[in-house]
């Protein structure tokens, strides 16, 4: 057994189950478990927010880990590949991460237009669809997205209104 391997089964026993997960899938897939796939790994696990590569880069940075954004993102595609993390994008020009173990792992997202607050929310009416779904159809849902944009409370309440230059599609209106 090589020293590296050894080191990595030493760290793995006290790991946090995402992280062990994750050191599973990782040589699964032949790759090594590296300290700094698992700083990254921690930092998404220990999070409730839907981070971007430059939030888990400032976290890093906080915790004296210098990681470059390369291995950043290579380390987050491991972690959408081996289905522990959900990769969103909220129309802002980059991706967030959220890890798939939380407390309400199937949830949907209310985006904000002006201030880009991105609030989770959970359906039971979805749950009703899917179950319709599958019956009249015969179909086996696996997964489901559902993005509403708008505009928060707190917008509103500083009086943002929404715009509507251009055309309105006929089905934006009902």
């Known amino acids: 057994m090589s020293q ?21 899938y990782l040589r699964d897939q032949g790759l090594p478990v590296t300290s700094q796939r698992e700083a990254v790994a921690r930092v998404v696990f220990e999070s409730d927010d839907h981070l971007s590569v430059d939030d888990i880069e400032s976290a890093l940075r906080e915790t004296g880990e210098r990681i470059g954004k390369a291995t950043i993102y290579r380390t987050l595609d491991l972690l959408v590949r081996s289905r522990l993390v959900e990769e969103h994008d909220f129309g802002e020009g980059f991706k967030r991460y959220e890890h798939r173990l939380s407390n309400h792992p199937v949830h949907e997202h209310m985006i904000c237009v002006e201030c880009a607050t991105v609030t989770e929310f959970e359906s039971d009416e979805l749950y009703k669809i899917e179950n319709r779904v599958r ?8 997964r489901r997205r559902l993005e509403i944009y708008g505009l928060c409370e707190a917008c509103q309440d500083a009086g943002v209104e929404l715009t509507t230059e251009g055309l309105i599609c006929p089905i934006e209106i009902i």
């Open 135 to 142: 019956a009249e159809y015969g179909f086996i849902p696996v």
């Open 4 to 24: 590296g391997s050894t080191s990595a089964a030493r760290t793995d026993e006290g790991a946090p189950p995402f992280l062990r997960l994750f050191g599973r």
